[in-house]
């Protein structure tokens, strides 16, 4: 199974604020028999800069002005 945990600094926000935004995929009893897609919906008055993938070689997003997408390839092992 595939557990999802986002998170981001801070509570809240003001107009021009930088910050970095995470989402992790966490594989237990794996590996995954299926590709699991996973997204997150950008807020209109926020501008998304850009996205780092840190295990390229299982997790593919892409990102559109208002929503980040990604997805775990099957055969993701447990803990990826």
């Known amino acids: 199974s595939v ?12 107009l021009g604020d930088s910050f970095a935004w995470t989402m992790t ?15 997150d919906p950008i807020p209109s008055q926020f ?17 559109a002005p208002n929503l980040v997408s990604c997805t775990l390839e099957s055969g993701a092992a447990t803990g990826a």
């Open 3 to 14: 557990s999802v945990t986002k998170d981001a600094p801070a509570a809240t926000y003001n």
């Open 25 to 39: 995929a966490t594989v237990t009893n794996g590996p995954t028999t299926s590709d699991y897609p996973m997204w």
């Open 47 to 63: 501008t998304l800069n850009s996205v780092t993938i840190n295990d390229p070689g299982e997790l593919d997003c892409t990102a």
